[in-house]
């Protein structure tokens, strides 16, 4: 993550009084299984209107669409298969904290038009790549509250995520930041 992303949740945890790092394992195979199940998925769901409009899908969402649509079966299985089992892995840290705090973003927001940003020296599409911390998160199914921390040029947004059926305390969490000025979305410009 870029350093933005590292202060943002840094300054969260300072501001709620967090010391205990906890680390969320297998958080990329878990997004790579997700994007496996999401692209057959998506694919199934759009297979027709993919056969008799082609032209209405974005080129680059036409092509995820198609490629999920030839994936095997037997490779969508296995990410299922994952997928319960790192669910497992992840509630079994709700068993000793309340909520986690982590980047929603691995950088500030991007500009409008940009589609590429540089992270650990790689240059990577932003379409693709924005959603690496959030991802791991949705593939179980987690409630999250996403707050803007305030940094220049441009806000970072951190996720607060809790365990399932637990939105009331995500939110609480998002509130009493909100109450500290920990995190805030800054004013349109020229108001």
Known sequence: MFPEASEAVSRLAKALGITRVVEIPEAARARAAAYVITT????????????????D????????????????APL?????????????????????VDVMIAPATPCVAP??????FVLDGVELPVRANIGIHTQPISFVGLPVVAVPVPLEPMPIGVQIIAAPWRE???????????????VCAPPPRGL
Do not use: C, N
């Open 168 to 182: 009331d305390i995500a939110l609480r969490v998002a509130y009493a930041l909100e109450r500290a000025g920990a």
């Open 40 to 55: 057959s998925e998506g694919a199934s769901l759009h297979l027709d209107r993919l056969r008799q409009r082609p032209d």
């Open 76 to 96: 969508v299985e296995r990410a299922q298969k994952f997928r319960r089992w790192y669910r497992t892995q992840v509630l079994e840290l709700f068993k000793s």
């Open 111 to 116: 500009k409008l038009g940009q589609t590429t």
């Open 57 to 72: 899908f974005d080129p680059a969402v036409r092509d995820r669409l198609l490629a999920g649509a030839m994936l095997p």
